[in-house]
């Protein structure tokens, strides 16, 4: 089965390229697709350097319209999504979350970042609030999501929600040695807190939402 890796970027230039190279390594993906989202940084270049094939969006449209519109320039069968500001990734960590995937043994896998293990508490508690942008999975999956669903950061737990509804067999992988750069660092404390409030009412929104029956959906793109 073809497996491809999509890449959404907003000014990663610090961290794409490492991202890019681990990926590449891992010899898990057949091709590496980077969604520059309206970037202004050097994200592009590098991200081209490195040699992934990358498409640019002149206007920041979001992680779930990028995802989207990253999923139109491939007929792969397996999508392996992966933030492009993560620290610390190694070809074991892509190989974890899309080998299960690859054999047919889940429908989705994620991985958990190293957070004090509070990632996994969370997965264990309500796996629906299992949030993180490492994650293997089956087009089918990807193709259950609504237009609705693609808006921000809420495309993450929609997937969870819609695996859990459909009985699609899902599996957690931490990945261990693995952070990312936080929205406060990348943009300052004020902005980065604005950039995260939009993103917990988003979670917040699909959580609530998962309390009510949906009928069963199928959208082709």
Partial sequence: MSVAAIIPAYNEEGTIGKVISAIKRSQAVDTIIVISDG?????????????????????????????????TKTTADILFFCDADLVGLQPRHVRAIVDPVRKGTVAMCMGLRDRWGIPGIVARLDPLLA???????TREVFQRLT????????????????CKRFHFPVQFVEMVGVTHVPKEIKWGRVRGTLRRIPWLFQILRVR?????????TWHKH
Avoid: M, W
């Avoid at 609530?208 to 069963?216: D, N």
């Fill in 131 to 137: 949030i993180g942008g490492e994650r293997a999975l």
């Fill in 147 to 162: 237009p609705e669903d693609y808006h921000g950061f809420s495309v993450e737990i929609s997937l969870n929600e819609y």
């Fill in 39 to 71: 970037s202004t940084d050097r994200t592009v270049a590098i991200a081209k350097a490195a040699g992934a094939d990358v498409f640019s969006r002149t206007k920041n449209r979001g992680k779930g319209e990028a995802l989207k519109f990253a999923t």
């Fill in 208 to 216: 609530i939402l998962a309390f009510f029956p949906r009928q069963q």
